[in-house]
């Protein structure tokens, strides 16, 4: 399992947030193991990186998978979204 994993039961959305620093981003491996682990879960999910900083994220970058979302600790207001022509949500 990712290092957080939250429900929000108004849009029946699963987040699950990986933080950089444990298992490294969301990557097409990880986000395969999590679909596949939670294939019988109907929630819409979403899929987050947490970086510490932006060099952090920069580092990183290459490895992140589409259609993911990333939230930086020292830019905590904002976040990128991996996911063109949608904003936060489940594919």
């Known amino acids: ?3 957080v994993v939250l429900y929000s039961e108004e849009k029946d959305w699963l987040f699950f947030i990986e933080s950089v620093t ?3 981003p969301m990557n097409a491996k990880r986000i395969l193991e999590l679909k596949n682990m939670t294939s019988k879960v109907i929630a819409g999910k979403i899929f987050v990186t947490a970086f510490p900083d932006f060099k952090t994220f920069k580092k990183f970058s290459e490895d992140l998978a589409w ?3 990333v939230w930086i600790a020292d830019m905590p207001d904002h976040m990128i979204h991996l996911n063109g022509d949608k904003f936060l949500g489940p594919r």
């Open 1 to 3: 399992m990712p290092d």
């Open 22 to 24: 444990s298992v490294g």
């Open 67 to 69: 259609e993911t979302e």
